[in-house]
Every structure is written in C-alpha cells, then in structure tokens.
T-cell receptor, first 113, second 115 residues
Framework: AQKVTQAQTEISVVEKEDVTLDCVYE???????LFWYKQPPSGELVFLIR??????QNEISGRYSWNFQKSTSSFNFTITASQVVDSAVYFC??????????FGDGTTLTVKP | GAGVSQSPSNKVTEKGKDVELRCDPISGHTALYWYRQSLGQGLEFLIYFQGNSAPDKSGLPSDRFSAERTGGSVSTLTIQRTQQEDSAVYLCASSAPGTGYKTQYFGPGTRLLVL
C-alpha cells in the first residue's frame, strides 16, 4: 500500500520569505511517480510537477524548486521569495502505475503581505 | 475549452435521493479518474477507467456508488440513496497516452451537499 504524509497542516509566512513544504512517502514499489499540485481558493487542482523514482535530480522552475531524496523517501517543495498569490493548499501525491494516485492531506500555505 | 469539465458545479440534495455527476475529459485522454475531497482533507481515490479495460473500482466506498464511462469519453458518477457523509467535492481527472498516463489533469469539481 502507498502512503503520503504531509506533516505540516498549515504554514503562514510573510511575503518574500522562503518556505518549504514537506512530503514523505511510503511504497514498496521500485518504480513510482511523485507529484505536487496546487489548489488555490478557486478550488481547481493545478499540476505543478511530476518526478519518477529513477530521477533524483532536483528541479527548479522560477521561484519553485523540488528536492527529491530516495534515501529519506522525501519530496520537498520550496517556494523562494513567496508571494501572496502563492497562498493555496498544496498536495503531494504518489502513483505507482498509471492508475490511482494517493494524496497527502495537504498543506495550507498563507502568505501575508 | 480544452480542460476537464464537470457538471453540475454545485448540487444540493436531500438524504435518500440519487444524484448523477458528469465528467467530460480532455479530448484524446483515454484515462479518467474520480476522486472525492471531503472538507479540509486530501483526495480519496474512487474509480479509474482506462480505455476498454475493466475499471479499477477499488476506491468506491460502498455499493451505493457506481460509475460508467460511455464511448470512452464522458463519465457519470452515480450515488444512490445519498447520505450526509457523501457531502464532498467530487473531482474528475483525465490523462493521456503521451504522458504515459502519469499526469492527471483535474476538473473544477462538483460540490455535493446532502441535507
């Protein structure tokens, strides 16, 4: 069985601060995929990134960066110089095949001006 | 619109009534998923369709829940004899062969409230 844990329920930062959202996963499969999604107040889930289990290279996209470490089963997400528009619920998810994804409970990020 | 669409956006029903929720996937996406998101919680997988294969129904919480996918496109999620605990946002997603079916694109959801 798969499990995704996002230990941080809520995070509040002031604009321009850096913030890291933690994600720890569990799976016995050697091939799997990890995802991050953003759910703004409007409610629609927005895909941010997908990583496969064979690619531990970290990724940076603008102010967003992801740190994938198989040794600790973690896939953490960092927002640099946070902005008010980053306020949302962020979900980490795990998929071991093309079927269902297992989601964490989400981290609510509030960025205050 | 090129995204996943769902209807209705909101549905209020009385306990014991049946409801149908509709999902139109992105054109060309052969995989379709239903999830449920209860208030303040993460997403709970319900069912997965892939082409003509038998659907993965492992996430359906009870036999009151069923889903169909006609013509490999539109899907309908039916909840019979609704209960108050069925109140949630029901999300549909689709994915394409081009991504190896790995990336799911989500619709806006249907907010169901059972009184």
């Amino acid at each position: 069985a798969q499990k995704v844990t996002q230990a941080q329920t809520e995070i509040s930062v002031v604009e321009k601060e850096d913030v890291t959202l933690d994600c720890v996963y569990e799976t016995r499969d050697t091939t799997y995929y990890l995802f991050w999604y953003k759910q703004p107040p409007s409610g629609e889930l927005v895909f941010l990134i997908r990583r496969n289990s064979f690619d531990e290279q970290n990724e940076i996209s603008g102010r967003y960066s992801w740190n994938f470490q198989k040794s600790t089963s973690s896939f953490n997400f960092t927002i640099t110089a946070s902005q008010v528009v980053d306020s949302a619920v962020y979900f980490c998810a795990l998929s071991v095949n093309a079927g269902k994804s297992t989601f964490g409970d989400g981290t609510t990020l509030t960025v205050k001006p | 619109g090129a995204g996943v669409s769902q209807s209705p956006s909101n549905k209020v029903t009385e306990k014991g009534k049946d409801v149908e929720l509709r999902c139109d996937p992105i054109s060309g996406h052969t995989a379709l998923y239903w999830y449920r998101q209860s208030l303040g919680q993460g997403l709970e997988f319900l069912i997965y369709f892939q082409g003509n294969s038998a659907p993965d129904k492992s996430g359906l919480p009870s036999d009151r829940f069923s889903a169909e996918r006609t013509g490999g496109s539109v899907s309908t999620l039916t909840i019979q004899r609704t209960q108050q605990e069925d109140s949630a946002v029901y999300l549909c997603a689709s994915s394409a062969p081009g991504t190896g079916y790995k990336t799911q694109y989500f619709g806006p959801g249907t907010r169901l409230l059972v009184l």
